[in-house]
DNA sequence: GTGAAAGCGCTAACAA
DNA sequence: TTGTTAGCGCTTTCAC
């Protein structure tokens, strides 16, 4: 039922005060006399005012909002980072506004245009593409301080937090090689987003110093589909490799599904990796090992990196790069140091 | 970088036309002349003009965004439901404004506050608790329309979209006693939400319907953690009944984990069933049978509902519960029906 | 089809 | 400490 909003000149009314004794009482941004305080008080409750934000909005020009856009928010890694932001804006008492871009350039942009004109105070963004994304984000940045996340275009002056890549990759092959792994696949998404590209470069560059032999390198997306889909093609193919290494742990489920559907034992015929530690990698069948990403710090630098920015005008960009861990489980052997 | 904001006026002067004439040519609303709109459409493009969305909503007090709160954005089925609503708002022009109330009914409260100061056209929500949250959404209904979803509280005057529990249980104690179960136990969250408590009515009223012996009701969250810890509970107290209904996906996933743990059988010493039909509760060991719910469905109608509140004042509340379906899977002995 | 002008509800100068 | 006043940027009558 929508009623007749009530305006901050009724409640001055019957207080019998001017709306900026309002104001200032209700804000508590000046000092009010106490009897005017208990006044003004009185009436809001009793008339059940509850304030226009778009209009104090437009009147400060800043909204306490910030907006977040994610290529999805059905990957739990995403919900999790999302989570840890809102938990972190909320300490410096703003709110998130949150958009999914379904890893979508196009509807990236969109959104973006939107969090603008609606003059959130910045923006949080894990960008969908390497390149495609990087003309609404390059404008985004400009209007208002922009932090990205996870992932980055390159070209747009920002400051960026994530994990590094490299030593996510030089973690899962020191531990595969260790196993006696001699050969390996990757299962990722197609080269459009740095980390994808850091993590195929970890991969080679990792595999190469190991001298473990690079049986393929699949490219498609970051989904449980995608996997299965890869494994099947692998296993069309003949005898799949040592162990396979994924680039999340999505695409690691799929590839656990499929291998379970063809009768291939994990880890006894092949070794699986995941990356992201999501919740339900550990309970997969076998559970995953896979690599951890500080989630919670990233996003505790995102906010302060975003805080710093809306008070000054510009710093030079800092990127961070945070360590990642690797968690053991069962479908590397567990964390026993059995040799095969 | 903060650009010093180019207004309507700007435009409005490159232009050589009214302020008024620019609003009119950019938003579309009255008819502008060929000649004009191509001037106005340069000039704003040429300043990268993108509006003021503020503005805009306070003089049109309307901002074309839905608010929804849900108890967690880590839970599957709520991403999975956010992602239909969204979508849905999207094909009629709205933007999602996405809470998470992180189950405590305080941040409830207070992210319904923040929509309504924040002049959201609509709200749609799962309330967390079936009696501490029945004063702010009430308050919330009163300012705006408002329709719940999955959940409801008691005693507020608003539509509700959501599923029928007595049919899924239904569903789930028939197929179990197809299955030759005599006895189970139900392992659920506490009684403080209505699909909660109908969730237990339910397999109260079927157990008693087809003579199973009832062995425990557990209640705890939804969470993968509590399903663990009750198994682990029941497993101390003796020998598990012959199946575990859970109310949703990700205790039974706990369930079948501490199952695992333990050395129990699924489905060979115990049945274990969920309620969603989360991706996951196809890759857990053993896959998952679950109940689905027609997430897509309630996200339609609950938009559509929303947009009918919109323009009238107010209808009679709608009660639409949708038909749920069950997905059998090797937790319960797989598709076969192979008696035990 | 276009412009002038009023004003959405609020807050920040500036006076008093 | 409090009131008066002037807008924030936009849309929308109301004239022309």
Redesign the interface.
Known sequence: ???GRVTIRDVAERAGVSTATVSRALSGAKPVSPAVLEQVTRAATDL?Y??????S??RRSR?DTVGMVVPS??N?FF??L??SV?HALQQAGR??????SRSDPAMEALRL??L????VDGIVISPVHGTLSTEAVA?A?????LVQVDRYVSGV?SDWVGVDDDAALRLVLDHLAGRGVRSAAFVSSTLTNSSTELRVAGFTAHTGRLGIDVAEVLLGDYS?DWGREATRRMLAAGPLPDAVVCADDLIA?GV??ACAEAGVSVPRDVLVTGFDDI??S?????PLTTVRQPQDEIAVEAVRLLSAALGT??DSPAYTALTPSLVVRASTGGGSTRPR
Request: charged share 10%.
């Open positions: 039922m929508t009623v059940g509850s304030g226009n934000g778009i209009a909005a437009l909204t928010i059905a739990p919900t999790a999302v989570e809102e709110q998130l506004f949150l958009c999914s245009r939107s603008v004109a609606r003059q404008w940045a400009g209007q208002l301080p002056t449980i489920l656990l599904q919740p339900y550990a309970l997969s069948d076998p005008s510009r």
